[in-house]
């Protein structure tokens, strides 16, 4: 048999090489088949064997065995790619679930983590074991923060507060802040003592003075809380600890209280209430009462101010306390506000021929601060003066006093404006507001309204007489007139007479009165008290 | 390997011009690894890589393809020839 070999060198190899020893078989294509079979099925790390020749056969095989590699470098690259990607991915996202339950500024939870960590509270309750309590915080006077002091320092109270919080709350609690300044805190199991105890430890770290770099914050805040009923869902326990805590601010004593179901009817109520004063006015449901000013020397009438009642058709007759609250709050206050004016300008106006032409009789109505923001305030006064026929000057307008402390730019451009249309202004209820002494003769009033609180003990009270009377000195000195209402006894009248004093408002003289016995006492001349007590000479005159 | 080597170049190149004459024998495989660290060597300014068998040439291509290095590379099979296009380099430079 001739050696098929040596043929197949010649057909494989070409020229054979002088001398080299060949293989007998040359299978290295078959090799090369199989080897190229195997990376087909996945097996890029396999290696086909090459020949010494080192001839153009080996440097195919060579060929696939470095392209073989490459291709195994390259997937192995791209899962490194991937996984890396993946865990980027991963990460990434786990950071987004906790933004999207963090609050930003503070680094405690926001809204939705609390809901959620709620829910998962509620599911985990065990028949007649205790469950979750919800305390919500309020922070008290925390727009005056900003106010005064800028956003970036209210941000560090935020802060601040928050950690307190934390801490206060103690491990496996969850704190959270729902926006603005209000925070909530749940105690994923608690009885009501455990609720009780917490909400006192927290409202002891957050009474703690707060030191920011130039000023010192001395917080207060209200605390609402609420042990889950069974059966209730997170919405309804969140919202029982707000109406909870609504409840504790309006209570001056009381600053933590639990819910109580009452607490919704009123709430309720005020929202009721809102909606039907709203159309109090259109409706003719809203009344004036006039209570008498006079002049202390004389008892005779100065004028009167004009004080709103709502003759609501089912409630009865509503006193203003009961309802500019609401109104305020509401911004209702601008209409019934409006209303009032308008009606005590018409009435005024009848009865114009009762007041002696002589005399100056002068309508007082109350102005709200809110109603100082209207840019139209200014010419619905001129156009009400116009139309119902009045000079300006029979007309002052009162205004608290912290309207005139907190106000801006447009405040002041009313009332300078008022001032110039030849109306009186009058600051209502001094002594009780926030104001420097200083300010007090650059603002456009005239009038000034002492605060019936400031005269309630002069009668017995020597150092509270003495008070009031370098009270009135001050006033004077500004060149304004003082005003003393809620005179209710002979005894202070007497007092403010002696000072010097010389308007008066209050019970002692008369109660508001209707329209009616207003003209009453005007076209018969009377003087105030009806009772005819006069009051003693005066020894210093003032 | 490749490391070793490279380092050995690094040492030897002074501040004048390289020229590398790469004589590829009886390489089987070419690892990623060298491939890497032939391309990261920066003081070249040519290399004439001689191989004798096609096995040599497939090699070769797959070292100096796909821009390894900054410098002119070409591959030989005769030594004549590869000295003098690396002298033509040297004058050219």
């Keep these: ?542 | 390997m490749a490391i070793a080597a490279a380092e050995d170049v690094e040492r030897l190149t002074g501040t004048g011009k390289t020229l590398v004459l790469l004589v590829l024998t009886g390489i089987e495989a070419l690892t990623r690894g060298a491939r890497t660290v032939f391309g990261t060597t920066r003081s070249l300014d040519a290399v004439a890589v001689l191989g004798v068998s096609p096995v040599d040439r497939v090699i070769a291509n797959f070292l100096l393809g796909g821009n390894t290095l900054p410098c002119p590379t070409r591959y030989f099979s005769a030594e004549p020839e590869a000295l003098a296009w690396l002298e033509r380099k040297r004058t050219l430079a």
């Design chain 1, 1 to 542: 048999m001739p050696d098929p070999g040596h043929e197949q060198d010649a057909e494989v190899h070409g020229e054979p090489h002088a001398g080299a020893w060949v293989e007998p078989r040359d299978d290295r294509l078959s090799q090369v088949v199989e080897g190229i079979i195997r990376m087909a099925s996945g097996d890029l790390d396999t290696y086909i064997p090459t020949s010494k020749a080192r001839d153009q056969v080996d440097a195919v095989i060579t060929g696939i065995n470095l392209l073989a590699g490459e291709l195994s470098e390259v997937y192995a690259d791209f899962e490194d790619r991937v996984e890396t990607r993946t865990r980027e991915l991963r990460d990434a996202h786990e950071q987004m679930q906790h933004m999207a339950m963090t609050d930003p500024l503070t680094g405690v939870g926001n809204r939705s983590s609390l809901r959620q960590s709620l829910d998962a509270a509620v599911s985990a309750r065990k028949d007649g074991e205790p469950g979750p309590a919800a305390l919500m915080i309020d922070l008290d006077g925390f727009k005056d923060i900003n106010d005064s002091f800028g956003h970036h320092a209210g941000d560090l109270v935020l802060m601040e507060i928050a950690a307190r919080l934390v801490t206060a709350s103690g491990p496996d609690t969850v704190v959270a802040r729902l926006g603005g300044d209000e925070f909530a805190v749940l105690l994923p199991v608690s009885t009501m003592q455990q609720s009780r105890t917490a909400s006192s430890k927290i409202m002891e770290a957050l009474k703690r003075r707060i030191n920011l770099d130039d000023l010192d914050v001395w917080p207060r805040a209200s605390i609402g809380i609420h042990l889950a009923a069974p059966g209730e869902d997170a919405s309804d326990i969140l919202l029982r600890a707000d109406t909870a805590m609504y409840a504790a601010k309006d209570d001056a004593q009381q600053r933590i209280k639990f819910f109580e179901p009452v607490m919704l009817y009123s709430r309720q109520l005020r929202r009721d209430m809102a909606g039907e004063l709203r159309h109090a006015a259109e409706r003719g449901e809203l009344e004036l009462a006039y209570q008498p000013v006079v002049e202390l020397e004389t008892g005779k009438l100065q004028g009167v101010e004009a004080l709103v009642r709502w003759n609501h058709p089912v409630r009865g007759m509503i006193m203003p306390d009961a309802f500019i609250p609401v109104a305020e709050e509401t911004g209702l206050i601008v209409g019934i506000g409006r209303w009032v004016l308008r009606a005590a300008l018409e009435q005024l106006a009848g009865w114009q021929d009762l007041v002696p032409a002589e005399d100056s009789f002068q309508m007082r109505v109350n102005l709200a601060a809110s109603e100082l923001q209207s840019m139209d305030l200014v010419d619905y006064v001129r156009r009400a003066l116009r139309e119902t026929g009045l000079p300006p000057s029979s007309l002052i307008l009162e205004i608290t006093e912290s309207a005139f402390v907190t106000g801006g730019e447009v405040e002041t451009y009313s009332l300078k404006s008022l001032q110039a249309l030849g109306v009186g202004l009058a600051i209502d209820d001094f002594g009780t507001g926030y104001s420097s002494i200083s300010y007090l003769r650059r603002l456009p009033v005239d009038t000034v309204k002492v605060d019936r609180s400031l005269i309630e003990d002069i009668d017995d009270d020597d150092g509270q007489l003495r008070f009031v009377d370098a009270v009135h000195n001050l006033i004077q000195s500004a060149g304004m007139e003082a005003v003393f209402e809620g005179i209710e006894t002979a005894a202070q009248a007497g007092q403010l007479y002696k000072m010097g004093c010389c308007s008066g408002q209050g019970y002692y003289f008369s109660r508001p009165l209707p329209a009616d016995q207003v003209a009453g006492i005007l076209r018969e001349g009377h003087t105030l008290p009806q009772a005819g007590v006069g009051l003693p000479a005066r020894l210093n005159p003032g």
